[in-house]
């Protein structure tokens, strides 16, 4: 049997932290004993951002979107030009995008990319609403903004064949960003200059 | 290029190790079980990021320190080029997963990736098991071209990481796709690209080099057998990279005789391979449907060494076999230093001792005809006074190095 060395309630709290994504073991007792011995409200205002999260979080009906109201801010927003739609592989996507301030359509998020060895196929992300919206609203082009790695290119032919009929144009994010990079740490200058740059697909 | 100096720590049975190095030519001299192999296998994965022998990167980091809270290996180098120095290092690192090892790569002290370091110290490790190049497995024949090609040519290598990377995609969607559901031409219309466009990248290459391979090689080996056989190099692929089936071709095309003779193109254009990839691949769909697995492409590639008909892999001697193995080994050193730019190291691992003297006499010559040279030995006798005396000699006791002279200076 091992010593219990550490008290149990910072263990608990260790184990949960070495769950998430991108915390190993080390970083995880390093926050511990950082919360452990911060302020009070700090600590608290952290618990409750946590217990809101899933309560107060839904999906947009129309671009799958994260967020509190549905449908969302974004598409809710009248000056918005309802002509366009940037597909994103992420929530987080969509704030990069709205940081450079360039863009002024609307979204969609695929909640992933086509990743066959993780198991990922077209069935599993939000593809049919898409298409669903490509019906429904009075979209000119859908501009393909998935990441340039080989799986964000993967989902991007594959969308732009599906797309690709009845006066749609479809388009993709320039060159320029690194190969291999993430939109979401891409800078605003070469993130803006993508979108402006974008080519035929 | 010259390795000027080497840094290990917990490296195998080095804890720590500071190594300067001289140009020209270096002989370490040890008894069994000192640490010649590991020295040599330090400098090709720092040339490589990979060890020549070992089965996992776990092997390499020293036994003791595993047990410590973080254990970790480090090799570091500093190479000189140009009046430049660069500094190459490598830091093993435990995983999540306590059993296995991560590796960090850096140049010039910023980090990169494994694929950037290979090419800055080309090396060419010759050792007593490079009979296995021509009596072992295809892998280790592709493994040979590919560390070959790859310091060579860095698009090579990016080029093969993404095949790679692309057929382990297609292998996992046709294992989705043979379980049911999903359209098979639609899904795998992008990974069939991709295969194709960096497959015949890796073919185009993989011709070329095992054209010049033999041309140098044959030289040698005439040489080195003193024969009158012409040893004969075949690249033998999974599909005719020069033929494009039928879109709607019943019969699957015959690989057997392919497997057997191989292909000699005189130049394989990347564009004429990449179509015939391509219909091969739409070709052989439900085949590759129903083994839930991409039966052809440069991952089923094999190398051929013949003499005369006969194929030494199956017909020939242990001798016969080595010679081959050795001749190849000394052609890869020539094809380095004239289509690579720069010459590589050579590193020898107590190879001298099984050769007989007309052998021996070639592997010298090679050994003088570089920069530099790091060669291992069990025994000084091996080499003859006037080498010995131009050469640095170092001992090697239970992973310490000791320095004995500097070579004598020629008047
Ligand atoms: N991970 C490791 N940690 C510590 N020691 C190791 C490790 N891996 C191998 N060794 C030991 O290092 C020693 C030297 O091995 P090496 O293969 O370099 O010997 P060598 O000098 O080439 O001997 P030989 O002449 O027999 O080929 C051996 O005793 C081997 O068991
Ligand atoms: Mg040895
Ligand atoms: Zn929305």
Not at chain 2, 180 to 203: C, H, I, Y
Request: glycine residues 6%; proline residues 6%; contains cysteine.
């Amino acid at each position: 049997m091992a010593m219990q060395v550490v008290a149990e309630p910072i263990q608990r709290l260790i184990e949960a932290l070495t769950r998430l994504p991108g915390i190993g073991p080390k970083s995880a007792s390093r926050l511990a004993f950082y919360l452990l011995r911060a302020p009070a409200e700090q600590v608290q205002e952290l618990a409750a951002a946590i217990g809101e999260l899933q309560e107060s979080i839904v999906y947009c009906s129309r671009c799958q979107n994260l967020s509190q109201q549905d449908p969302c801010e974004i598409c809710s927003d009248p000056s918005r030009d309802m002509h366009i739609i940037c597909v994103v592989e992420e929530p987080l996507d969509v704030v990069a995008i709205e940081r450079t301030g360039v863009y002024h359509g609307l979204y969609h998020v695929l909640h992933g990319v086509i990743n066959p060895v993780e198991g990922i196929r077209p069935e599993d992300l939000r593809i049919e609403s898409l298409l669903e919206r490509k019906e429904k609203e009075p979209i000119r082009e859908v501009l393909i903004a998935t990441n340039p790695t080989m799986e964000g290119e993967a989902t991007a032919m594959y969308l732009a064949r599906l797309l690709r009929s009845g006066g749609v144009r479809v388009t993709r994010l320039a060159r320029g960003l690194p190969v291999g990079g993430d939109l979401e740490y891409a800078d605003e200058v070469t993130l803006s200059r993508a979108l402006e740059g974008r080519r035929e697909m | 290029m010259l390795l000027r100096h080497l840094s290990l720590t917990n490296f195998r049975n080095y804890v720590r190790l500071e190594l300067d190095l001289a140009p020209g030519l270096s002989i370490v001299q040890g008894e069994n079980a000192q640490g010649k192999s590991n020295l040599l296998e330090a400098i090709a994965y720092l040339a490589t990021s990979r060890s020549p022998r070992a089965g996992s990167d776990a092997e390499l980091v020293n036994w003791l320190v595993r047990e410590e809270p973080y254990p970790y290996a480090r090799l570091a180098a500093e190479v000189e080029k140009h009046q430049r120095v660069e500094r190459l290092d490598i830091t093993l690192l435990p995983a999540r997963n306590n059993h296995r090892y991560r590796k960090q790569v850096r140049i010039n002290g910023v980090n990169r990736r494994a694929i950037d370091l290979v090419g800055l110290m080309p090396v060419v490790l010759f050792r007593p098991e490079d009979v296995e190049l021509v009596a072992g497995t295809p892998q280790q024949r592709r493994r040979y071209l590919d560390i070959a090609l790859c310091q060579m040519e860095p698009p090579y290598c990016r080029a093969l990481s993404e095949y790679n990377k692309t057929l382990s995609q297609r292998n996992a969607l046709l294992r989705h796709l043979a379980e049911g559901g999903g359209d098979p031409v639609q899904e795998l219309r992008f990974w069939n690209d991709k295969l194709a466009e960096t497959g015949s990248l890796v073919m185009a290459k993989r011709q070329w080099f095992i054209n010049r391979l033999e041309r140098e090689a044959s030289l040698r080996h005439l040489d080195l057998s003193g024969g009158f056989e012409r040893l004969r190099l075949r690249y033998l692929p999974s599909f005719d990279p020069g033929i494009r089936p039928e879109p709607r071709q019943r019969r699957y095309p015959s690989t057997a005789s392919l497997r057997e003779r191989g292909v000699a193109y005189e130049a394989l254009t990347p564009e004429q391979v990449r179509a015939s990839f391509l219909a091969h691949l739409q070709a052989g769909l439900s085949r590759d449907l129903a083994a839930g697995m991409t039966l052809l492409g440069p991952h089923r590639d094999d190398l051929g060494f013949y003499l005369g008909e006969y194929n030494l892999r199956t017909y020939g001697s242990r001798g016969q076999q080595r010679t081959a193995a050795l001749a190849a080994r000394l052609a890869e050193v020539t094809i380095m230093t004239e289509a690579g730019g720069t010459a590589p190291i050579l590193l020898m691992d107590d190879v001298m001792s099984e050769l007989d003297a007309t052998r021996r006499a070639m592997l010298v010559e090679a050994l003088t005809s570089v920069p530099q040279a790091i060669v291992t030995t069990t025994d000084w006798e091996d080499f003859q006074t006037p080498l010995l005396e131009h050469a640095t000699r170092l001992t090697v006791h239970a992973g310490q190095l000791t320095r004995l002279s500097a070579p004598v200076e020629t008047a």
